[in-house]
Every structure is written in structure tokens, then in C-alpha cells.
């Protein structure tokens, strides 16, 4: 009997001393509970930094988040007024809070060309770079995404593949354009908006539109309130005399060919119709985004004229046409090849004059990947390599990298890269560390430095055809939460992706 009651009184010790060693030797994954989608186990926490970026400007505090949610912003002199005992506190120090980027022009060629990216690489690229939102472009995967049901085919490819949230546009084709019951299913579907080419896209099944088409899509979209995204370039005829300048081999002959005049043109094409976006125009409620501008000049000016009338019309361009310029394009390195093309450092200048004063909304990567070999980089030549940039995992430390000179600050950094992305899209639970937005934050050291080499971890899927190869930056991300998961932190990806489809209603 003694024997017995000693054995039922060790009980509860073997179970402790059980659990103890399973603890000490458990994986890393089994540590984390439950909750696979995230590398911090619990759903109740704080975050505190020195700088905090928040609407109403840098503080030193402390954000609580509660299910995904961000239910308080504190001030540091009001932190021993919060109650947070038994709550988790993870104090970044002097770290950098951001609310996280969201990318609104991404090629993530998903399904049908996942040898050239894909959700899974291109999520985790964007994770590792403190993006939390991407929105996917209707072109490049195969087939493009211009039907409700071709938007299911995005949709299931992307099912527990995705590791930050992800939305979609749909395409704006000839097609569709004139057949509104066709468009207004597409919409109903959940795309975020239509994109549309005024030249050539590249690819067979997205054909480009004409002015007639794009004012009817924009009658369209007015009833849902949604944008219709814009690739501005007309094709003209050239005149490039033959000689021994027009090497393909060099960047400069390319460049030749997509001259600004381009630009210029479609965007004088398109602000044609625009004027119908104005409060009580015949399009009220449809919105203009002009993609990708790389003309600082005339194009600039005429975006600049239509705004000032009362024209519904935004436009963004790209890091890459803010960190480099024509002159310095290595003869044969087709990595630099985009369209419209990078033009010269004195375009560039006037570039991040308007970035500063406000003209140009936002960025966004143009992150357009493809396989090495459609690259030509043994070969060289421009004029047959395909153009893209593949930059997604480090749109934030080029941005900070090259607007430092020009005195940018980390509130414009949150503005051209969160707030006004997540209202172009129309993402309103996003995009500003404010009570009641998802807890999307990037948490980032703009002073640490590092080179862009190949023993640096690159997630996107081809590494090698990236222009930024080699290039010294400032800014490492240390964590990025996408709805209170910790998806990436010092380097590591959660176990399991958990980004969310951001679909329209």
C-alpha cells in the first residue's frame, strides 16, 4: 500500500521532468505550439522602438497587438499607464517600426510560368524584405488573369503557397473592354482593379488596348469605385540611322528605342479620358494610376496639369529608375533592360526632385523576373533580351540607400511604400500603424549595411539576373509581421505560409 501511494506521489514529478525534456530537445517547429504561421508564439504581444512610425509622425513607444490586430499606439511617457502584465514585450531598441510595404506591381508569373518566379519564392522574397502585401499583375502568368475564371486559376495556385497577403489585378484586353458584363464579373470576382497596355505587353493572351477601350473600362470601374492601372507607352515610328552606334550590345541603342516621346504620347492619349474622373464627370469614382514612370520631363508635366484639374490620376515609378542611369549601364548587361527604359542621371535628378516635392505618388518594384536564359547575358544583346527588374526582397533598403543624398525621410519611405499603395488598391485595413489596421509591420535598421552578393540569402528566384548584384546598401530587415505573425524574423521564414488572398467585395 505504501509502495503504491509513493508511486502515485512520484507521478506528477516523472511528469514534470517528462515535459522538461521534451521541451529541451523539442524542434524549433514544435516550440512554436500550434500556430505554424508564425516564429513567435503568441497571438497578445507588444513591440516598442525607439522610432515608431505612425501617421501622426516618428515616436519612441509601443504597439500592442491583439489577433492580428493593432489595438494600441503608445507614446513612451504613457507606457506605465498600459496595462501589459503577462503580455509579451519585444523591444526592438533603436530598430526601426514601419507599418509594412505593400507592392503594388509584382509579376509573380503564377501559375503557368513558375520557372520564372512564383507565389512561394516571390512571398518569401517579400517577406525577407519587409513587404506584407503584394498585389499580382494579370500578365505573365499563363494564361493572364482577364476572366473570373482565369482569376480562379491565380487563386488556387496560390492556396498554401503564399507567406504574405497577396491581391490581384485583372486585365483590361480587347477582349473584355467592350463588354461590360464580362468586366463587371471579373470585378465581382475580387480583382482589386484592371491593368492595361497602350503598346505591345509581350505576351500573346494580353493584347494591348486603344483609347476607345480604356474609356470604357473607366465607365466600368466607376461603379465599383476601383482603378484602372496603365501602362503608358504608344509605339511611334522611329527614325535610327544605321552605323556602327547602334550596336545591340549596347545599352544606349536600346534605349534609342523607346525614346521619352513614348511616354509622352500614350500619357497625352490617356488624360484625354480622364477628365471624365472629375466629380461629376461621366466616370466619378474611377481612378487613373499611370505605372512604372520613367519620364521626368514632359510626361511629368502632363500628369501634373491633369491632377491640378481635378482628374482622378496617380502615378508611381521604381527604384531602379531612381538608382541608376543610362550612362553607367555596362555594355551587354541586359539585367538593366525594363520598359520604358532607365534614362540619363539628368532624368534621374528630376525623378527624385518629384519624388521630394510630392509629384509622383508612390513606388513600386516592377519586380518582372524571368528564366536566366531569356536574359541573354552571355549574348548582350538589349534589343532581344527580355526586359524586368527582379529587385522584391530589397525595394526598402535601395529606396532608403538612394534617397538618402536627397534628405528622405522615414515618413516618406512609410508614405510612397504603405499608405498611398493601400489606397490605391483599396486596402483600408492596411498601410499605417493606427489602431484597427492589420499588424503588418516591418521592423528594419536603416543604419546597418551590407553588400548585395551572392553569399548574401536572396529568396526571389533567379538572383543572378538582378541589376542590384553587387551594390552596397543600407537598411536590414530584422522582422516583418503580416496580421500578427512574425513570418520572418533574424533571417528565418515561419514554417508555413500563411498570407491571406486580399479579394475585393
Excluded at 526598402?396 to 490605391?424: C, F, H, N
Aim: charged share 25%.
Amino acid at each position: 500500500m505504501e509502495r503504491t501511494l509513493l508511486q502515485w506521489r512520484l507521478l506528477p514529478l516523472l511528469a514534470l521532468i517528462a515535459a522538461l525534456f521534451s521541451v529541451f530537445f523539442a524542434s524549433p517547429r514544435s516550440l512554436q505550439g500550434n500556430n505554424r504561421c508564425s516564429l513567435l508564439p503568441h497571438d497578445h504581444y507588444w513591440v516598442s522602438s525607439k522610432r515608431i512610425v505612425t501617421p501622426d509622425g516618428l515616436i519612441s513607444g509601443s504597439v500592442e497587438v491583439n489577433g492580428g490586430i493593432i489595438v494600441s499606439v503608445v507614446k513612451e511617457v504613457d507606457w506605465h499607464k498600459s496595462q501589459r502584465s503577462r503580455v509579451k514585450v519585444i523591444d526592438y531598441g533603436e530598430a526601426v517600426i514601419m507599418p509594412g510595404l505593400i507592392d503594388v506591381h509584382v509579376h509573380l508569373d503564377d501559375p503557368g510560368r513558375s520557372e520564372w518566379e512564383g507565389f512561394s519564392s516571390g512571398t518569401k522574397a517579400a517577406a525577407a524584405g519587409g513587404i506584407t502585401t503584394l498585389v499580382d499583375m494579370p500578365l505573365n502568368s499563363c494564361p493572364s488573369t482577364v476572366s473570373p475564371e482565369t482569376l480562379k486559376l491565380k487563386i488556387e495556385a496560390a492556396e498554401n503557397r503564399i507567406h504574405v497577403d497577396v491581391g490581384f489585378w485583372g486585365g483590361l484586353v480587347p477582349d473584355n473592354a467592350l463588354n461590360s458584363s464580362a468586366l463587371e464579373s471579373l470585378l465581382d470576382a475580387g480583382v482589386l482593379g484592371l491593368k492595361s497596355f497602350m503598346c505591345p505587353s509581350g505576351i500573346n493572351d494580353f493584347p494591348m488596348t486603344n483609347i476607345t477601350h480604356i474609356k470604357e473600362g473607366l465607365s466600368v470601374l466607376a461603379k465599383y469605385r476601383r482603378p484602372l492601372l496603365v501602362h503608358a507607352e504608344v509605339e511611334k515610328d522611329l527614325e535610327i540611322e544605321d552605323g556602327n552606334d547602334n550596336d545591340p550590345r549596347s545599352y544606349l541603342t536600346y534605349l534609342k528605342t523607346r525614346p521619352t516621346s513614348w511616354e509622352e504620347g500614350a500619357i497625352r492619349n490617356l488624360l484625354s479620358v480622364t477628365e471624365n474622373t472629375r466629380i461629376g464627370g461621366s466616370a466619378e469614382g474611377a481612378h487613373v494610376h499611370i505605372v512604372h514612370l520613367s519620364d521626368a520631363s514632359s510626361s511629368l508635366d502632363l500628369i501634373k496639369e491633369a491632377k491640378g484639374k481635378g482628374d482622378s490620376v496617380t502615378v508611381e515609378t521604381c527604384p531602379h529608375y531612381l538608382a541608376f542611369s543610362a550612362e553607367e549601364i555596362p555594355k551587354g548587361d541586359t539585367r538593366f533592360k525594363c520598359s520604358p527604359p532607365i534614362r540619363d542621371a539628368a532624368n534621374r535628378e528630376k525623378l527624385w526632385e518629384a519624388m521630394m516635392e510630392g509629384d509622383i505618388d508612390m513606388l513600386s518594384s516592377d519586380h518582372s523576373p524571368t528564366k536566366p536564359e531569356l536574359k541573354l547575358l552571355s549574348d548582350g544583346n538589349f534589343l532581344k533580351a527580355w526586359g524586368g527588374i527582379s529587385s522584391l526582397q530589397f525595394v526598402l533598403p535601395i529606396t532608403w540607400s538612394y534617397g538618402k543624398k536627397y534628405g528622405v525621410t522615414l515618413e516618406q519611405v512609410a508614405s510612397w511604400w504603405s499608405d498611398r499603395p493601400s489606397k490605391l488598391a483599396g486596402l483600408h485595413s492596411k498601410g499605417a500603424i493606427t489602431v484597427g489596421k492589420h499588424a503588418d509591420l516591418v521592423v528594419w535598421e536603416p543604419e546597418a549595411e551590407f553588400v548585395l552578393d551572392e553569399d548574401h540569402p536572396i529568396h526571389f528566384k533567379h538572383p543572378s539576373i538582378s541589376a542590384y548584384l553587387g551594390r552596397r546598401l543600407s537598411g536590414r530587415v530584422v522582422s516583418t509581421f503580416v496580421r500578427g505573425n512574425l513570418v520572418f524574423g533574424e533571417g528565418k521564414h515561419a514554417y508555413d505560409a500563411c498570407g491571406s488572398l486580399q479579394l475585393a467585395t
